[in-house]
Nanobody
């Protein structure tokens, strides 16, 4: 059974940086495509970034140039390096994974496996 565990969230001032981690257990990490989503209070869950098993990356326009998604197949871990953080980045951040190929990785419905989330709070 595949499980995801996020870490690295916290409180940071605007303009600061954080790195989130998502450790995958119970599966073949290199065969998965993965993504980060976030959800702020009162808002719908939104796509942040994804990385296909090929290594191809895609970002939401709101984070492009500030966030970097990466993965380490040897450590079964995906990362989200967040820089130049803004108060509007405040949300609970979730990692998600799927073994399916050729699907839209910006849609949360396409991901069957999720982590529990890690809170990121950016103060102004």
């Amino acid at each position: 059974q595949v499980q995801l565990v996020e870490s690295g969230g916290g409180l940071v001032q605007a303009g600061g940086s954080l790195r989130l981690s998502c450790v995958v257990s119970g599966g073949t990490f290199a065969s998965y495509s993965m993504a980060w989503f976030r959800q702020a209070p009162g808002k719908e869950r939104e796509f942040v970034a994804n990385i296909r098993r090929s290594g191809y990356r895609n970002y939401a326009d709101s984070v492009k140039g500030r966030f970097t998604i990466s993965k380490d197949n040897d450590k079964n871990t995906m990362y989200l390096q967040m820089s130049s953080l803004k108060p509007e980045d405040t949300a609970n951040y979730y990692c998600a994974t799927t073994a399916a190929g050729s699907i839209d990785l910006t849609k949360s419905d396409n991901f069957p496996i999720w982590g529990q989330g890690t809170q990121v709070t950016v103060s102004s």
